[in-house]
């Protein structure tokens, strides 16, 4: 099964955030540490606070 790369992506943000244990990532360090261009990275975040899938502060 083939992802389509927003999905990739969202589930690569989702896995760096698990590895931080409730630790506070800015967008910018996501974006470093995962190679995911910083907008898209916003873009898709917004995705995963709509669906309560993380918590933005």
Aim: proline share 2%.
């Amino acid at each position: 099964m083939q992802l389509n790369i927003t999905t990739d992506y969202a589930i690569r943000i989702l896995l760096a955030l698990a590895d931080r244990d409730g630790e506070v990532v800015s967008s910018k360090d996501i974006s470093m540490i995962m190679k995911i261009p910083q907008k898209y990275v916003l873009k898709i975040t917004r995705s995963l606070v709509a669906a309560e899938l993380i918590e933005r502060r």
